[in-house]
Nanobody, 118 residues
Framework: QVQLVESGGGSVQAGGSLRLSCAAS????????MGWFRQAPGKEHEGIAT???????SYADSVEGRFTITKDSAKNSLYLQMNNLKAEDTAMYYC????????????WGQGTQVTVSS
């Protein structure tokens, strides 16, 4: 069974940094595309970064230049380095894996909370 477990969330002041991790089990991450999503209270679920099996990455405009998605296939882990955090980055962050033909993801983690104070 595929499991994704996020960690690394917390509280930080605006301008600070956090690094989120997603530990995957039950499959080999090198074969899967993976991504990070977030959802803030009262806002829609937002895809912010993706990485495919070839290492190609893409970012939402809201985080481009501040966030970096990486994958360590040897550790079966996904990371999100978040720099220059802003109050509007406050949200629950989710790791996802296994892109579908419809553009969704098959597997999801439980999420880790990020709170940025201004």
């Amino acid at each position: 069974q595929v499991q994704l477990v996020e960690s690394g969330g917390g509280s930080v002041q605006a301008g600070g940094s956090l690094r989120l991790s997603c530990a995957a089990s039950g499959y080999t991450s090198s074969n899967f595309c993976m991504g990070w999503f977030r959802q803030a209270p009262g806002k829609e679920h937002e895809g912010i970064a993706t990485i495919n099996s070839a290492g190609w990455v893409s970012y939402a405009d809201s985080v481009e230049g501040r966030f970096t998605i990486t994958k360590d296939s040897a550790k079966n882990s996904l990371y999100l380095q978040m720099n220059n955090l802003k109050a509007e980055d406050t949200a629950m962050y989710y790791c996802a894996a296994g892109c579908t033909a419809a553009g969704g993801y098959k597997f999801w983690g439980q999420g880790t909370q990020v709170t940025v104070s201004s």
